[in-house]
């Protein structure tokens, strides 16, 4: 009886030869799947993150992200290198002071200041019956067609809410007519800003964010 014999079986169920059952390993198939579904996973995640990376950097055209927000692309203004604009002096300017009110002795005041101002004085008096106590407003400049791009704006920085209208007349001077509204004229010190603000060339858009 061998050894490997169990015992109580009387030897009918003997183990004979040296050739013995091995015992197999696992098999690796489980393992490779395993090993397969994680590398998906893995390259899926590294792709999605790669998105959103192209995602934050790029952005729709016309657009950019400032501080994590997306913002329309607006033109920036920035100062035109065109001349600025040429206006005539108020030494160039020579005005005509009419009272269309019933007050006396506005047209003579404001013909004073005026000159203080540098402007030249025509006449001075009572308004035309076209006129006369029909200006509502404070005031109406007066003058042929050409003073509409030159003399009634440098005219008008020294009278605020001054109305404007062009006749047929062929000389270069302008009427202030004083209408009812009137109180004085602009302090000196915003006219003459105004009158540096008319001179100085206005910003263009760049188109550029």
């Excluded at 109580?8 to 183990?15: L, T």
């Excluded at 009419?98 to 000159?115: F, H, I, V, W």
Aim: charged letters at 20%; aromatic letters at 4%.
């Amino acid at each position: 009886m061998s050894m490997l014999t169990p015992p109580g079986m009387g030897g009918k169920y003997r183990i004979t030869g040296d050739v013995y059952p091995r015992m197999r390993r696992p098999h690796r198939r489980r393992r490779i799947v395993l090993a397969a579904a994680a590398a998906v996973i893995v390259l899926g995640a590294a792709g999605w993150g790669t998105l959103q990376l192209v995602d934050v950097f790029s952005g729709e055209e016309g657009k950019k992200t400032t501080a994590g927000k997306q913002t329309d692309c607006k033109p920036v203004a920035r100062a035109t290198t065109a001349p600025a604009v040429t206006l005539p002096k108020p030494g160039q300017i020579t005005v005509n002071v009419y009272n269309a009110t019933p007050r006396s002795g506005l047209a003579k005041t404001t013909a004073d200041e005026l000159k203080k101002r540098g402007f030249k004085i025509g006449k001075v008096g009572n308004a035309p019956t076209a006129y006369d106590k029909k200006v509502p407003g404070a005031g109406l400049l007066l003058g042929a067609t050409t003073a509409a791009k030159g003399a009634f704006p440098v005219l008008g920085t020294q009278l605020k809410g001054a109305t404007t209208k062009t006749d047929t007349r062929g000389t270069a001077d302008v009427d202030l007519i004083i209408g009812t509204a009137f109180k004085n004229l602009a302090p000196k010190a915003t006219a003459d800003a105004a009158l540096v603000a008319l001179t100085k060339p206005a910003p263009v858009p760049t188109g550029k964010c």
